[in-house]
């Protein structure tokens, strides 16, 4: 039964992949983007990871979308209806496609309790047995993300520093108008140049 | 056809990966090839989660004074990392095209390509 459910969630991921691939519109993209990421979080729930799911249905679905349309909202919504060179790439994609589908077929089956992930004495099986004294939260994950893997958990908060500094710097940078620039002619800042660009591009 | 039902999620995910990377080679639209590389990350996601399953398994979370079937934690911890950091890259990338909007007045990849051939020293 639980098979069946993700076999039907997957379809409609697939349905939803080709409206990506051929919807011209990038509002409708970008809206079946977010659809995508929650029939996702759908099949996360059905598969045991409810951790996953709400972040993928509040992150994956929600920011993720709202950082799309902010973009939309400086930029254009239509993509220019052109015919492109698609042959090339599809061969491309098929042939890799086909080369990832033979490597599946060594893998364990799906819900195999004994491949190699589910029996390594050091991970999951110490996870599940060990964590609830080793750690203390009934939430297997929650002991993994803040204990055992913590490290990768600052990791990821040093990446998201990280980015959010990227973005305030490449958005920061419009703010600056040209006649600022030749009063305080700071290094490394690019925003003039751009400007120009445009300048000598609408001549 | 056990191998069929046993397979076929892993399939479905290499499709899902395939659309994805098809949109980011194909399309010449800067925001599309964004949202080709979000597709390929949530199928990716989807395969890990995929691997993590056990059959009559339930959420990795701890119930007192009972045998459960758990299914396999590490995938979801994995996973949790990677959306947040997938995320902060796709704002990072929409930050620069919405730049590349501002500077050449397109965000269409050919367009660009053109204006820059236009203005080699730009």
Do not use: C
């Not at chain 1, 994956?60 to 052109?82: N, V």
């Not at chain 1, 958990?153 to 990227?166: C, K, Q, S, Y």
């Not at chain 1, 305030?168 to 108008?177: A, D, N, T």
């Amino acid at each position: 039964m639980e098979t069946l459910v993700v076999a039907v969630l997957l379809t409609f991921l697939v349905v939803i992949a080709i409206g990506i691939i051929v919807l011209r519109d990038l509002l409708g993209a970008v809206i079946l983007l977010g659809v995508y990421s929650l029939v996702a979080a759908g099949a996360f729930v059905v598969m045991d990871a409810v951790d996953v799911a709400f972040t993928e249905a509040a992150v994956g679905s929600g920011i993720s979308t709202i950082l799309f349309l902010g973009a939309l909202s400086f930029t254009s919504h239509k993509q220019k209806p052109r015919g492109h060179d698609s042959v090339a790439a599809l061969v491309f994609v098929v042939i890799t496609g086909g080369v990832l589908i033979y490597g599946t077929l060594d893998m364990p089956y799906y819900g195999s309790a004994e491949s190699p992930a589910q029996t390594h004495p050091e991970l999951a099986v110490r996870f599940i047995e060990e964590s609830g004294s080793e750690v203390g939260p009934p939430n297997i994950v929650t002991s993994v993300l803040g204990s055992y893997r913590g490290y990768d958990t600052l990791g990821e908060t040093l990446v998201v520093f990280a980015a959010g500094i990227a973005v305030l710097s490449i958005l920061g940078l419009k703010r600056r108008r040209p006649e600022d620039e030749v009063l305080e002619d700071a290094p490394g800042d690019t925003a003039r140049g751009a400007s120009d660009n445009q300048q000598a591009y609408k001549e | 056809m056990t191998q069929l039902i046993g397979l076929y999620s892993y399939w479905v995910v290499i499709v899902l990966m395939m659309a994805g990377l098809y949109i980011m080679i194909a399309r010449y639209n800067l925001v599309k090839k964004v949202i080709g590389l979000g597709l390929f990350q949530t199928s990716i996601f989807y395969l890990y989660i995929t691997m993590g399953k056990v059959e009559g398994g339930t959420a990795p979370i701890l119930v007192e004074g009972k045998e459960l079937v758990y299914s396999n934690p590490l995938p979801h911890v994995l996973i949790l990392t990677a959306i947040v950091v997938g995320v902060a890259t796709s704002a990072v990338a929409l930050a620069l095209i919405v730049r590349i909007h501002e500077t050449y007045g397109s965000i269409e990849e050919d367009e660009i390509k053109d204006i820059e051939a236009m203005e080699p020293d730009a």
